[in-house]
C-alpha cells in the first residue's frame, strides 16, 4: 500500500542538502529505503541497507519516482543443489 497523497512524499532531512557535481562521485549510505528518488539525485552512488547488508545503487533518469526500497531486495532466492 503506497503512501497517501495528502502526506506527500517522504524527504529525508540527510538528502535535502546534497550538492553533487556531474565530475564528481559521491558516495552516500542510508537505512531509509520509504525515501522517493529525486531527479536530484540522478548520477550519485547510494548505498541502501536491506537489513542485512548495503546494496549500492546508481541512480539514473528511470528510477525518479520510485522509493530506494524497491531497489534493494531483502529476501535471498534458494539455489537448489543439480541431482545427478
Known sequence: ???????????????IH?????TQKKIITTYSRRETIKPE????????YN?????ELKINEKMIGYKF????????FPKHKKKK
Not at 1 to 15: A, E
Not at 41 to 48: A, N
Open 41 to 48: 539525485y540522478i548520477g550519485t552512488i547510494v548505498k541502501i
Open 69 to 76: 526500497g524497491e531497489f534493494s531486495p531483502t529476501r535471498r
Open 1 to 15: 500500500m503506497g503512501r497517501s497523497r495528502w502526506k506527500m512524499n517522504y524527504l529525508n532531512p540527510k538528502f
Open 51 to 55: 537489513g542485512i547488508r548495503f546494496y
Open 18 to 22: 546534497i550538492d553533487v557535481p556531474n
